[in-house]
């Protein structure tokens, strides 16, 4: 089965299609996205869950991210011991 996502920019002649196959291989990430905020519901709490929503990719990095600086954190508190240690 062939599936195609449209979408319209505002501006004349801006109606664009892409194939799921093609986002598949370029934008993974965003086709993802775009399939999960169409399943949250259409009000303020959908809007208020599509702010906050995050793939584990994103939040993955997030969690390495704070382990390292937690972890720079740890060294500078060592390194700063062994020099009081001296």
Not at 45 to 53: E, H, P, Q, S, Y
Request: charged share 35%.
């Amino acid at each position: 089965m062939f599936e195609i996502r449209r979408n319209h920019t505002i501006y004349p002649g801006s109606f664009k299609k892409r194939s799921i196959g093609l986002m598949k291989r370029k934008t993974p990430v965003e086709l993802v996205e775009k399939e999960v905020h169409g399943m949250f519901p259409h009000s303020k709490l959908g809007d208020k869950m599509r702010n906050t929503f995050m793939l584990m990719k994103e939040v993955n990095i997030l969690i390495q991210l704070k382990s390292q600086w937690s972890l720079n954190k740890e060294i500078k508190k060592a390194k700063k011991e062994n020099k009081q240690n001296l």
